[in-house]
């Protein structure tokens, strides 16, 4: 590779290691923007979890309650994004582990992202598809696929609903979860432990009354089934702020080590230049010191050679 080559070579690598930080600290800046504003979805269920304990729901007859099939509905909540390192394989990996033995004849598949859908294709699944989570329409999102959920279970054609979806544990690390989400009668227990966060945050808070004891406007399978649709959005719009936090993670990390790849090469062909340089100067000394050399000779061979065609003319 000449000097030319190489100079072309440093140039490219130098503007793909400023693209590449640059990128690395875009998506660096988006987790951590978004981890602070997480703290939101708690101060939520401090205030809703109190609906769940005004009347007793937890045996009404309503699908979102008590599972009405047997046909298990998983989302798979996957990325559109590049440099991710094969965490949407991951995702989709956790997904049928979840599933177990589970027959795929008895399981709809629900998948959020084109890679996704690329990967479910590759294993020849059906499936109802939806777009990759957009982080400026998340909560559209969740509302539109929370209503595509409860329509199939109000009407039969599921019983239960999960999700495995990505979680960023750290800045530099990332792991792939599922949750169940539906149906949800332990919503409505009054049991006093940490098995869900209503219970959590109830604990010690008793019901105000039986259904028995109360008058409504609204049937008490409307009330349940609207607690249980907006619990599901706001479980829903967290999961999928969740992966976006793995997703700028995931890429944050993968770019790092793409930059210490390039800073790596940029030694390499900076050394490199630095040597055909040398060569280079050393070659046009050599070259200079030759020529020098060559028209010295000729000099005093010309020089010489007056010499002796003047000696000779004397004798003559």
Not at 56 to 63: D, G, I, T
Not at 136 to 159: C, F, N, P
Not at 221 to 241: H, N
Not at 271 to 288: N, P, T, V
Request: aromatic share 10%; with cysteine; proline share 2%.
């Amino acid at each position: 590779m000449d000097l030319k080559q190489l100079r072309e070579e440093l140039t490219f690598n130098r503007e793909m290691v400023d693209l590449v930080d640059t990128l690395k600290n875009i998506a660096a800046a988006q987790f951590h923007q978004m981890l602070k504003e997480k703290v939101r979805f708690g101060k939520f269920m401090n205030s809703f979890s109190a609906f769940f304990r005004v009347v007793k729901l937890h045996e009404v007859a309503n699908p979102l309650i008590t599972p009405a099939s047997d046909i298990k509905g998983i989302l798979i909540v996957t990325s559109d994004s590049g440099f991710m390192g094969g965490l949407n394989q991951l995702v989709v990996r956790a997904a049928f582990e979840a599933l177990g033995e589970h027959p795929k004849e008895k399981t709809l598949f629900i998948v959020a992202g084109e890679k996704g859908k690329a990967l479910l294709d590759h294993r020849g699944c059906e499936y109802k598809f939806f777009d990759g989570i957009n982080q400026d329409t998340i909560y559209e999102q969740a509302s539109e696929i929370k209503d595509y959920i409860v329509k199939e279970m109000l009407e039969g054609r599921m019983g239960s609903f999960m999700v495995a979806y990505p979680v960023a544990l750290s800045f530099s690390s990332q792991t792939v979860k599922t949750t169940d989400l539906l149906p949800c009668a332990y919503l409505f227990n009054e049991a006093e432990d940490d098995s869900d966060e209503v219970s959590v945050r109830t604990k010690g808070q008793k019901f105000l009354a039986e259904m028995r004891k109360v008058i409504v406007e609204s049937s008490f399978s409307d009330i349940a089934e609207y607690l249980a649709g907006v619990w599901t959005v706001s479980k829903l719009y967290e999961i999928f702020e969740d992966s976006k936090m793995a997703e700028f993670s995931a890429r944050a990390m993968h770019l790092e080590g793409s930059l210490h790849k390039l800073e790596e090469r940029e030694k390499k062909y900076k050394h490199m230049f630095f040597r055909a340089s040398h060569e280079k100067i050393d070659k046009g000394m050599r070259d200079s010191f030759s020529a020098t050399k060559t028209t010295k000779n000729k000099k005093l061979k010309k020089k010489k050679k007056d010499k002796e065609n003047a000696m000779a003319a004397g004798i003559a």
